[in-house]
């Protein structure tokens, strides 16, 4: 269960400089600034609709020059299929969390069908699951990486890539089945038919576009659809890599936070993810204030924060066993000058697999 964050006495610590956007940009008057002005329910949203169109012409546009280069053009296929991750795989991650917040919190006022369509629409161009809402929104954040979330890192050896093999095939080859199923036994009927019937469907049109052109569906499709959940999956396992099992789960012992990084400046501050999981609905520009204000609690509760990294990179410092590097990213909340050999072990002592709580068995 997440606690609430008190109003707390301020850090004996300074307070840590915050260079991660707390605005969002400043748009020139003009149709889509009117239009966004009415339709939104929260007008700080606009640079998501703006990345939406751009991306409505692009990928699109992508996927017809990929096809007409894959059928006529004198290039390796191989050749062909790079340039086209390439440019998906820079766009990709904004558009993930451009999802993310957009799933939290309601989006488009008017027309709601909008709304609803937004995530199926770039699920299909980006490859990302289209039972994303489902598993993030009605799974994740109601079990919190606590046992019953299909999701959860809590039973695997966090710092081994092998392991996390396992973790990633599981969700890939049985989460269309497992998914629904969970949503089905916590009677979120709509939630499991939605999970269900859009994968099924995702997986429909990847088998006709396949029939039509292997080459392209691969390219398009195929390669999009297993790189993307591979790439959530290692954010998900750094966001979820240090447990502290001596402490109840309250949303700061099963997460970790990741301050000051390019990843935060492209993906709206995704890297505040204690933050996010103790108000899931909090605003992208306001969790940076929100760290500031409660320095002081999340230093009493023992969080994890690393500056200048995210998830990702987390992921890979513990597959290459590189916690010296980790513990020079490791930040003091406290001000307590902890040597590194002191981060180290305690980092080491939170990616062991935990033991199944006996609330839990029970």
Request: glycine share 4%; proline share 5%.
């Amino acid at each position: 269960m997440t606690a609430a964050v008190s109003e707390t006495t301020p850090s004996a610590a300074a307070p840590i400089v915050i260079t991660d956007a707390t605005t969002v940009p400043a748009y020139a008057d003009g149709w889509i600034h009117r239009w966004c002005q009415r339709a939104l329910y929260e007008a700080r949203d606009e640079v998501f609709v703006r990345l939406t169109l751009r991306m409505l012409l692009l990928m699109p546009s992508l996927m017809a020059l990929a096809w007409a280069a894959l059928r006529y053009a004198p290039v390796p296929k191989l050749v062909v299929l790079a340039a086209y991750l390439a440019v998906w795989g820079w766009f990709v991650p904004p558009v993930i969390l451009m999802l993310h917040c957009t799933m939290h919190r309601p989006f488009i006022r008017n027309p709601k069908i909008l709304d609803k369509a937004h995530l199926y629409a770039m699920s299909l161009l980006f490859g990302m699951p289209t039972g994303y809402r489902e598993h993030h929104v009605g799974m994740h954040h109601f079990e919190d990486n606590m046992p019953d979330d299909l999701s959860s890192t809590r039973a695997y050896t966090r710092d081994s890539f092998l392991q996390f093999l396992v973790y990633f095939s599981r969700l890939l080859f049985l989460g269309l089945v497992e998914v629904p199923l969970y949503l089905y036994r916590r009677r979120r009927y709509a939630m499991a038919r939605r999970a269900l019937v859009s994968e099924l469907a995702h997986l429909a049109v990847m088998a006709l576009v396949m029939r039509f052109d292997p080459w392209f569906g691969a390219t398009v499709l195929i390669a999009p659809y297993v790189i993307c959940r591979f790439a959530m999956m290692v954010g998900n396992w750094g966001q979820h890599a240090f447990l502290n099992d001596a402490l109840d789960n309250d949303g700061i012992s099963n997460s970790i936070t990741c301050i000051n990084s390019t990843y935060n400046r492209r993906c709206f501050n995704d890297g505040y993810h204690i933050g996010h999981h103790l108000k899931a609905t909090r605003h992208w520009t306001d969790l940076p204030v929100d760290f500031q204000k409660n320095q002081a609690f999340y230093a009493q509760k023992g969080a994890i924060v690393f500056e200048g990294i995210d998830f990702f990179l987390v992921s890979l410092l513990l597959w290459t066993g590189q916690y010296k590097r980790l513990a020079k990213h490791y930040v003091r909340l406290d001000g307590v000058a902890k040597s590194d050999e002191e981060v180290i072990d305690m980092l080491r002592a939170r990616v062991r697999p935990l033991r199944v709580p006996e609330a839990v068995r029970a």
